[in-house]
């Protein structure tokens, strides 16, 4: 079974260009996340996909990111513009199930902004 | 106030010794508890869940949990090289939150 896919795998771009990152979910997984990881802490949740409905964006800043998950599989975080301070390993998550259940993760996006 | 907390590390076990790596939590509403480990520049990898208190077993790992205590704790039996990684700590308090991790070193 394929794991959850994530690209870019790096991502070097200057403050204030945009950019994308794109992730695909495990078969079968309806429940979808996005996190960001700062160095030397632990993942912090951006969004939480249930099929295409996006339950969880409360940590999301809306303001510059915005994501999407449009046929319920497949999903893509943008930030525009990026800051300085944007610059994070983005990971995307996948679980069998609403209800929090063990969360599987992609090898992340690290993202330097300069 | 952190949510999940866990002591950073880090650990230095030696070679077949147990590590016990400790994490408690704010949220008494707290339902399900998992561990992850992260090796160096990689993402995190699942290795044991528990949702109910006591002991939880698979192979080297026991996973302990005191909800009354509101403490989660990760045995590693036979302590090898390669379990050397960060072990972070998460709680599912209506959305997931993690500790920032223990960083783990097993000494040969």
């Known amino acids: 079974e394929a794991g959850v896919v994530q690209s870019p795998r790096y991502k070097i771009i200057e403050k204030k260009q945009p950019v994308a990152f794109w992730c695909n979910p495990i078969s079968g997984h309806n429940t979808l996340y996005w996190y960001l990881q700062n160095l030397g802490q632990g993942p912090e949740l951006l969004i939480r996909y249930e099929n295409e409905e996006a339950v969880d964006d409360s940590q999301l800043p809306k303001d510059r990111f915005s994501a999407e998950r449009l046929k319920g599989v497949d999903s893509t975080l943008k930030i525009q513009p990026a800051e300085l301070g944007d610059s994070a390993v983005y990971l995307c998550?996948?679980?069998?199930?609403?209800?929090?259940?063990?969360?599987?993760f992609g090898p992340g996006t690290r993202l330097t902004v300069t | 106030q952190k949510e999940v907390e866990q002591n950073s590390g880090p650990l230095s076990v030696p070679e077949g010794a147990i590590a016990s790596l400790n994490c408690t939590y704010s949220?008494?509403?707290?339902?399900?508890f998992f561990w992850y480990r992260q090796y160096s520049g990689k993402s995190p990898e699942l290795i044991m869940f528990?949702?109910?208190?006591g002991d939880k077993e698979d192979g080297r790992f026991t996973a302990q949990l005191n909800k009354a205590s509101q403490y989660v704790s990760l045995l590693i039996r036979d302590s090898q090289p390669s379990d050397s990684a960060t072990y972070l700590c998460a709680v599912n308090q209506g959305d997931m939150r993690f500790g920032a991790g223990t960083r783990l070193t097993v000494k040969p």
């Open positions: 998550a996948s679980s069998d199930g609403p209800d929090l259940y063990e969360q599987y």
């Open positions: 949220d008494r509403g707290s339902q399900s």
């Open positions: 528990i949702y109910s208190n």
